[in-house]
């Protein structure tokens, strides 16, 4: 889909389609005012004749309006102007989508002014309307032998504001929306395609593309050079595996080599079957998603390379799967990390942090200004925070800070929980030096504690996902998430750097 912005009100603009807000009161929004002007209450009589209340979620498509220059006019309903927020611009905007669906309408131009979302500008507007339409029009049909879903006529959104001093900014937004938007979009092809064709050699291939296209270096250590960096608990878990497991490196410099670079470490289990500690049959296809947090820092390097952001960043990714066989660890199990310290596996399901701690030893080389990783790494993190919010822990607050408000910006929204010392005790072991589980109690906890036992040379954050990279059910398949959280945070970074 191609997105413009212009500056403009509807009784300039000419097209096939413009979409109006009507609120759910006598007061109107400013489209259907300007409108009544030059039709003599032509938007005024169709809300007198009832078919159209202003109600949330509904809408009401109008032809040949007189002494307009549009084809069409789409009035979407708003509710009540005092409630109208972010959660309700958002539904607004999947109701627009879904009505220009059901039409041949090629292109559709929005007035933002009709949305005022209280304490957001219309650049935040113009990303997230782009990000909204191009999630409504994503569909993942690639391994089918004939695409289900008949594709939509809309073809460009036009983002029209009225003040022509926002016009820059609002590119510079759209740019943005953009580049989140691809980024998404990659990360969810990555997540949703099967996981005998996503393997750890897949991503490593997808990452030297990547590197390719986007004038990035990736380089993919194997688990020979693994083994003589000493990583002998990632190589563990993919003891169990055919395929072998791969360690992927790639590295941006929009900033110069310089500058010490942000690091991100994506979880990239490509499958989860628990290993020995086997897990149920039921939704067991879902741990296809395990390699999600990889899939966001491909998406992520993805956007901000689209953008071309003067920042360094290196992604990280330990890829493997974790199966069962006679080859593969057990509990009991003691393991020496990269790190040197040795580690009871307990559980060969808890194999995430088993691959993350010596990834996240590694990124001690690039002396990183932070490092971030992002991980479906526990289940007690859907107990806590359900599928809306992704858990997160760090070592720094302010950093942890500025995650938070990137992921509120962004409306991919995070929710810190506390590191504290007394948790660390859980891990305890009477074989190692720590446990790789910490019981059922703050599982999402102990298990970023575990975490924290590698990260002490750094500013270090962790975000759990596996509640909000994906989607169960009947529409089951990949968020995307937390691209536009790590993408916004990136952005803050460059501005203050620069
Ligand atoms: N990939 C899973 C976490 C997960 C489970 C994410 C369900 C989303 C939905 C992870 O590797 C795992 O199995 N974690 C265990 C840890 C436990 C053994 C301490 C879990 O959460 O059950
Ligand atoms: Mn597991
Ligand atoms: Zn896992």
């Not at 611009?89 to 090629?106: C, D, E, M, W």
Request: with cysteine.
């Amino acid at each position: 889909m191609d997105f413009g912005i212009k500056v403009g009100t509807p009784e300039k603009q000419r097209g096939a389609c413009a979409v109006i807000g009507i609120f759910e009161s006598k007061k109107q929004a400013d489209s259907a005012k300007i409108l009544d002007k030059i039709t003599q209450g032509y938007i005024k009589n169709i809300l007198a004749l009832g078919d159209m209340d202003g109600k949330a979620n509904t809408s009401l498509l109008l032809h040949n309006v007189p002494d307009t220059q549009f084809k069409r006019i789409l009035l979407v309903g708003l509710g009540k102007e005092q409630e109208f927020k972010e959660k309700t611009f958002l539904a607004t905007l999947n109701t627009v989508l879904s009505a220009l669906q059901k039409t041949a309408v090629a292109d559709a131009t929005v007035f933002l002014s009709d949305f005022p979302v209280k304490g957001r500008s219309n650049e935040w507007k113009v990303t997230q309307t782009i990000i909204a339409a191009t999630s409504n029009s994503y569909r993942f049909d690639q391994l089918k032998s004939k695409p289900d879903s008949v594709p939509s006529n809309l073809r460009k959104m036009v983002l029209c504001i009225n003040d022509r001093a926002e016009l820059a900014a609002c590119e510079v937004a759209m740019q943005q929306g953009l580049a989140i938007a691809q980024g998404m979009s990659l990360a969810k092809d990555l997540g949703n395609l099967a996981p005998n064709i996503c393997t750890p050699t897949y991503l490593a291939k997808q990452a030297k593309d990547l590197a390719k296209t986007h004038k990035m270096k990736a380089s993919v250590l194997e688990e020979k050079d693994m083994e003589k960096l000493g990583m002998g608990s990632l190589l563990a878990v993919a003891s169990g595996s055919e395929q072998p497991a791969k360690l992927i490196v790639l590295e941006y410099y929009g900033s110069g080599k310089k500058e010490h670079p942000i690091v991100l470490v994506g979880k990239g289990v490509t499958f989860d079957t628990g290993g020995i500690s086997l897990k149920p049959g039921a939704d067991m296809d879902e741990m296809k998603f395990d390699m999600s947090g990889a899939g966001s820092v491909l998406g992520t390097l993805y956007a901000i390379a689209e953008m071309k952001l003067p920042i360094n960043v290196v992604g990280i990714i330990p890829a493997t799967e974790n199966m069962p066989s006679g080859k593969a660890a057990k509990p009991g199990d003691v393991v020496t990390s990269m790190s040197g310290q040795t580690i009871e596996i307990l559980n060969t399901d808890a194999e995430g942090r088993l691959i993350l701690c010596d990834a996240l030893t590694y990124a001690e080389r690039y002396n990183p200004k932070a490092v971030i990783d992002i991980a479906t790494l526990t289940g007690a993190c859907v107990i806590a925070l359900g599928n809306f919010t992704t858990g997160l822990m760090s070592n720094d607050d302010a950093l942890a800070a500025e995650l938070l408000s990137a992921g509120e910006q962004a409306g991919d929204r995070a929710w810190q929980l506390p590191l504290w010392d007394e948790y660390q005790d859980l891990l305890r072991s009477n074989f190692a030096d720590i446990a790789n589980i910490g019981g059922r109690a703050a599982g999402t906890i102990t298990a970023a504690c575990f975490l924290s036992r590698f990260t002490k040379e750094y500013r270090w954050a962790h975000l759990d996902i596996a509640g909000t990279a994906w989607k169960s059910g009947k529409e089951k398949g990949s968020t995307g998430r937390p691209v536009p959280l790590l993408v916004q945070f990136l952005i803050a970074q460059a501005k203050t750097a620069n």
